[in-house]
Each structure stands twice: as C-alpha cells, then as structure tokens.
C-alpha cells in the first residue's frame, strides 16, 4: 500500500536529484569538479532512484563516491586500500559517462577492475554517509524554507490586524 509519507519521500528523492549539493570533501573544492561528473552525478542519482523504488535503500552513487575521492585526494594522500577505490569508481563511472566519440580510455596501466570484500564495504560506507549528507542537507534547507514561510505568515498576520488598542 502507497502511503502520504512514502508518496512525499518519493518526491522529495526526486527532487533531490537536480538539487542536493554534490558533496565534496571539505576545503571548497566544489569549483574543481568537471562538469561532466556533475552530469554523471545527476545521472546516477535518477537511476539510483528507480533502483531504489524495486529494491529498497538508497544510497549514494559511484559518481559521487568519485568526486568526493576525487576532492578528498587534493587535501592528502590516500592510502592504498582508498587509491585503489578511487581508481576503480573513477574508472567505472568514466568508462560509464564518457563520449565514445572521443576514443579515450581509462589507462590500462592504473585500472581497477575488481575490490576486497573489506575495500568494497568501506566504499559502500562511503556512499551511504554521502547520500545521508544530502538528506541532511534537504531536510535542514526545507527546515529554514518552513520557518522562514511562518514568520512571513505571522508579519502579515501582524500588519493585516487591526490593532485593538492604540496608545
């Protein structure tokens, strides 16, 4: 049965889609990702959507999993466990969004084509901390839209009404 709640939370998913911020790691480094793993990064969160819709949870996506390793590797090092997450995610998600036209390929020389059982929990940890950031996120941007909505309701409420007693 399709509930009010599930029906606003479908809603709210798919709105986040175009307008969760990509979460990147801290040091404003959101100028650096390239444009086209924005894209990608909308990309995989509507298909994330529908996948979430037959199968349940939602989490984050390969995509963003990549620019935050991506932003993360600009601040420190990575160790190996994480380089070679970050290799292999980038090379998934590239080989997924890159224009064929281009004929460029993930080198085979840095290729990552499979993970350990421990490397791909921590890559799945990974994931869901990003998608639960941009929940957050959400909720705290349409906390404030609420609160902001009430108190222009209670200034007009305040203007519109009479004053019962003028001293």
Known sequence: MITEQRIEKGVSEIVGVLTDPIVVHRGGWMDIV???LK???QLERLTENV???K???MTGTDAEACAYLHTASLE???DHDWTEI???VAGKV???HRTKESGARMPEDIRVESLTRDQ???LARLKHWIYEKRVADRQERARGERRERREQEAETKRREQPALFQL
Do not use: S, V
């Open 34 to 36: 390239p444009d086209w």
């Open 51 to 53: 996948r979430a819709l």
């Open 86 to 88: 970050y290799l292999y």
């Open 94 to 96: 590239y080989e997924r």
């Open 39 to 41: 894209q990608a990064i």
């Open 76 to 78: 420190f090092p990575l």
């Open 120 to 122: 791909e929990r921590d």
């Open 55 to 57: 199968e349940g949870d």
